[in-house]
């Protein structure tokens, strides 16, 4: 403990201290260290899968079932599951092995691509957020020891890029806001309204759905382009 | 017959007279009675169909087969047939039920989405445009009368605008031109390969496949752009 005046200075010299670390991380996360300024942007497919609240868990796989970690996904403490369900759709067709993503979430949530909501005999599904749920379709889940019937929650999820601050910071954009990804490659498609969310834990990485992937010839392209 | 003079005089008559025809025709067409401008533009999903020659018909649907009309499509002179047929991919997966689309064709081909393609195991599927078939992909055809080997023909048409030279000269487009399609919507999606197929006999209209059309919620679109 010294002085106020040594506290102010320290707290100068921290400050300056912190700020340079800050900026170094920052920098080397974006992999500017020799002068490019792109954050290193990956694209992924989303195929068909659930997310489960703890309540449903229970019914479908027994009173205090845990999720089993398969393989972890590029955002960190996500994963897929080893637990897999059966959807029914509304006219009675179904899918198998529909997969649960982890952790466990408030809501259940089914995610489709267009293109298995058609296999399931959905006339429509609405294009939505995760977690924006109210009034989208119900269908009945099928687990090992239960079933359960969804009252809503089956949406096809909106395309969206996940960022941590100083990535939104470099492309100068904020919460909700919309940005443009553009797929080069035979189909060249531009996606115009990809959502940003921004959280400290995300990494730089654009989800889509299959139909969406399908249409860009993702598992060929070679060239990303994220703009605002 | 009459004079030099009067032929010259004759035609200058004829040409106005055929010009103005041709000027009135064309604005009608084009919807321009009004003063709008821009030539109605439909776009729709192609499914999943094969082109066919004259001797794979002959082999699977037995010598001298013809196609029969089982509903006219939107190009004129052009239908979907009552014809299908089965085709077999390279892990020996299936799909039934594959429609011939007539009339019948110089070489026999395939047009699938993505999603076909890696339902019937293929890695990938060239994006062309059709008829550019050469080191396409092949695959085995199967008929009620008989068996094709296909050595290629297994394309994923490349997103294509068709349009006669009135609605060309609109958009200032030449064959083989690019253009860009934006489908408005809750997905907002731009195809910025749209190829341009000029031909006196066609009628303004983008053709994608599926995955395109799921990934873009066609069903629903309301809004279309097409850009130079």
Do not use: W
Not at 31 to 45: C, D
Not at 55 to 67: R, S, T
Not at 201 to 226: I, P, Q, W, Y
């Amino acid at each position: 403990m010294g002085s106020s005046a040594e506290n102010n200075s320290l707290r100068s010299i921290d400050r300056t201290v912190v700020e340079q670390i800050v900026r170094q991380v920052t920098l080397e996360y974006l992999g500017q260290k020799n002068g490019s300024v792109a954050p290193k942007l990956t694209v992924q497919a989303s195929s068909r899968h659930m997310h489960i609240c703890r309540e449903d868990m229970d019914i479908l796989f027994g009173p205090g079932a845990e999720l089993t970690l398969d393989r972890p996904l590029f955002q960190e403490g996500n994963f897929a599951s080893k637990e897999t369900v059966t959807i029914v759709g509304p006219r009675s067709r179904i899918i198998s092995n529909l997969r649960i993503l982890g952790p466990m979430r408030k809501q259940s949530q089914v995610e489709l691509a267009f293109t298995d909501a058609i296999m399931l005999g959905f006339n429509d599904i609405p294009v939505r957020l995760s977690g924006d749920i109210a009034g989208t379709p119900g269908a009945v889940i099928v687990g090992p020891k239960g079933v359960v019937e969804m009252r809503q929650g089956v949406i096809r999820a909106a395309i969206h890029v996940h960022m941590n601050p100083a990535e939104a910071a470099h492309f100068g954009v904020a919460q909700n806001d919309r940005m443009k990804l553009r797929v080069g490659g035979a189909a060249c498609l531009t996606f115009n309204h990809v959502h940003v969310r921004i959280d400290p834990t995300s990494r730089l990485n654009v989800h889509m759905d299959t139909d969406e992937a399908n249409a860009c010839g993702l598992h060929l392209a070679k060239e990303f382009e994220l703009l605002k």
